[in-house]
């Protein structure tokens, strides 16, 4: 029974890795696994038009599911940098590196001196969301 339950846990957690819309249950329910803090580690081309690698539909989706839901982009923030209060999630642009497309998002901080904001990146491969990056972008 033991390993029943584990298999059950492993099956939901790499479900949720991997579902382009699983992402929101997981952090609904607190499970912040997905998300890695940094900044995506390649530099990306702003996409122009259709790309081969993307999916337009499933990215129209994917915007559409996170911008129904600006909380869970507060909620990640807060989850990793409670001390901030007020944030509010723009799209800033959609990005593509090799065969990974990348949706980025930007808060102002409300401590302009120390951070310029918050930077959170949804990273999709194949169609599915591969990571989500949260990165505190520091004054330039």
Not at 80 to 97: A, R, S, V
Request: hydrophobic residues 35%; proline residues 5%; charged residues 30%.
């Amino acid at each position: 029974m033991n390993s029943v339950i584990k298999i059950c846990l492993f099956s939901f957690i790499v479900g949720c890795l991997h579902k382009p819309h699983g992402w929101e249950e997981c952090i609904e329910r607190g499970d912040y696994s997905i998300v890695k803090l940094g900044k995506y580690p390649y530099t990306t081309s702003q996409i122009k038009g259709v790309s081969p690698q993307l999916d337009t539909k499933e990215l129209i989706e994917l915007r559409k599911t996170i911008e129904e839901k600006p909380e869970l982009l507060v909620k990640i923030a807060r989850h990793f940098y409670p001390e901030d209060k007020e944030l509010n999630f723009k799209c800033q642009f959609t990005g593509i590196h090799d065969d990974e497309v990348v949706i980025r998002y930007f808060s102002r901080n409300i401590h302009p001196k120390v951070y310029a904001g918050y930077s959170i990146q949804f990273v999709i491969k194949k169609g599915d969301l591969k990571s989500i990056y949260l990165w505190r972008v520091p004054l330039e």
